[in-house]
């Protein structure tokens, strides 16, 4: 690293002094916290994007400046590799270091020691970042941080993709490190083009069902993209709420965090009209997507929630459907849960005849194993998740479909796998592109929202949190289903859940504070509380309490 490259390094970091007392860490959420203290996380966060494309032969990466369902006052900003997929875990000490480091020097040394580490070669390459932010307030500001921050590093430029959802600056990353068309109106076309392809295949008899979905968009970037594809879709009848331009605030009291966890109407629902008709809810970047309904006029706000288990079921079932056209057995399916996911959602999926395995929690830790698959479908009970589609299958679908006679059973499965494969977004987890896949099935299947939450009840379920000395005396088998230490601790917790009617419990250690986490669920709600206050004790004797 050149005198040059130091010099302009120490230059802009000036700029942006570190706040004191404040420590960062690297999660799958990126770097989260109160927008007024990030203008140097972000601006560091844009010298390592930079050097990311470096490394990587300049390839684009992404920057996305978002706190996703957090509070408006918030703000963050997490990396979009190559592949659209989140910043390897590798790099993720790097990026603790740099963040936290407590003067320019400290920084630029860090720097100029991982540029030598990782054999990155500045000057000699170009490299890009694409930028994209949320509708939060302070996203400008955060934004010209990180432009000031790639562009401190030689030969590399920031590019501001303007004001996207999450997975809309995934998706364009993906499209353009793939050399495909990936600007925003790319990102719409491929969405109504496969919607329309799927909509015109749906059997005659089916398509009853068509009747009209109520959005809440979180008062945040999704309401407002929606609106944009309306413009591209002529097949999908939707009403916007909580656009975000009526004055409501962004993720108080509305969105898909909201209502998954609360199971009550987001504000500007609940309605006399509402009752019975079919709603969805986006979270405040259009990363998660939950539906529900009011099922009466005296459900006093509370609804019936089909979180992102039923949303994975009713996908795993269709892509089910199509594969049992195909003449022959070509492809492995594969269902991608946490040991969150509602013990009724896993039996429903084994009784399909899935094969479904678990994963440690974070969608980093799910997207992966999905991979093993030709087909992985993933999804936590938040509603992040999406459908991972092999490339050699779906060239192996494509040749397929050239060898089939058009319009035959077998024919139409294969192109309606085709058509989720570019409908779905295979980058990350989307809510937009959710959405649109669970309207075109519930239309195939001829289902109204009723008929799709009859799939499986949920058992009841209980969560606590136990303050404890020291975290990490837990150790947890990798799926976190089984806990490894303290030595007898699972047998205590096993003894305990035999007790129960539909009993099962877990614990695992908080990834950020010194908490263990319990979750319980058995046949009735009196019976999880139980369990879960049992299991709750059993942490406090083996590991002591606060």
């Not at 609360?262 to 609940?270: A, I, R, T, Y």
């Not at 609804?303 to 079932?317: N, P, T, Y």
């Not at 429903?348 to 974070?362: E, I, S, W």
């Not at 969608?363 to 938040?382: C, M, P, R, S």
């Amino acid at each position: 690293m050149d005198e040059t490259q130091i010099a302009s390094l120490l230059k802009s970091s000036d700029l942006f002094p570190i706040p004191q007392s404040i420590k960062l860490s690297y999660g799958t959420a990126g770097f989260r916290g109160d927008a007024k203290f990030l203008d140097s996380t972000v601006y560091r966060v844009g010298i390592l994007s930079a050097l990311r494309s470096l490394k990587l032969k300049s390839s684009t990466i992404g920057l996305m400046i978002t706190a996703s369902h957090n509070k408006v006052s918030d703000n963050g900003i997490k990396v979009a590799d190559p592949s659209g997929g989140m910043l390897s875990q590798e790099w993720e000490p790097f990026a603790d270091q740099i963040a936290n480091a407590s003067s320019s020097q400290k920084l630029v040394s860090l720097i100029k020691e991982f540029v030598g580490r990782e054999e990155i070669s500045i000057g000699g390459g170009e490299g890009e970042v694409w930028l994209g932010r949320d509708t939060r307030p302070s996203g400008e500001s955060l934004l010209r941080a990180a432009e000031i921050g790639v562009s401190s590093v030689l030969g590399c430029v920031a590019v501001n993709m303007g004001v996207l959802t999450t997975p809309q600056l995934h998706w364009m990353v993906r499209a353009k490190n793939k050399g495909l068309k990936a600007n925003e109106s790319d990102y719409f076309e491929n969405l109504s083009t496969s919607f329309k392809c799927l909509i015109d295949l749906i059997p005659v008899k089916k398509l009853e069902s068509g009747s009209k979905l109520v959005l809440d968009g979180a008062n945040g970037v999704g309401g407002e993209k929606m609106e944009e594809l309306r413009g591209y879709l002529s097949n999908l009848d939707v009403e916007i709420r909580n656009t975000g331009r009526e004055g409501g605030v962004l993720n108080e009291g509305v969105g898909a965090d909201f209502v998954q966890k609360e199971k009550v109407v987001p504000l500007g629902f609940g309605l006399k009209d509402d009752v019975g008709v079919r709603c969805a809810s986006f979270d405040g970047d259009a990363d998660r997507l939950v539906y529900f309904y009011v099922p009466s006029e005296s459900s006093g706000g509370k609804i019936e929630l089909l979180d992102g288990d039923k949303i994975l079921s009713l996908f795993a079932l269709f892509i089910k459907e199509q594969l049992n056209a195909l003449e022959e057995k070509l492809c492995r399916l594969g269902v991608v849960q946490t040991a969150y996911a509602n013990g009724a959602s896993t039996d429903y999926l084994k009784g399909l005849g899935l094969d479904v395995v678990f994963a440690k929690t974070g969608v980093k830790h799910l997207h992966e194993k999905a991979t093993e698959f030709d087909i992985g479908i993933y999804f936590e009970a938040n509603g992040h998740g999406t459908i991972l589609f092999s490339e050699s299958f779906v060239s192996l679908l494509v040749d397929k479909q050239k060898d089939l006679s058009q319009g035959s059973d077998e024919y139409n499965a294969v192109s309606r796998l085709v058509a989720v494969s570019n409908l779905i977004n295979q980058a990350v987890g989307d809510a937009i592109s959710g959405l649109l896949l669970v309207e075109v099935i519930l239309q195939h299947m001829g289902w109204s929202v009723q008929k799709w939450n009859e799939l499986y009840k949920d058992l009841p379920s209980r969560q606590v949190k136990v303050e404890v000395p020291d975290r990490t005396a837990v150790v947890t088998t990798s799926e976190e289903t089984e806990a490894l230490k303290p030595l007898g601790i699972q047998d205590a917790i096993n003894g305990e859940i035999k007790k129960y009617k539909h009993g099962r419990a877990f614990i695992r250690p908080s990834g950020t504070e010194d908490v263990v986490r319990v979750y319980a669920e058995a046949s009735t709600q009196e019976d999880a509380d139980s369990l879960a206050d049992s299991v709750a004790q059993l942490v406090k004797s083996f590991l002591g309490s606060i």
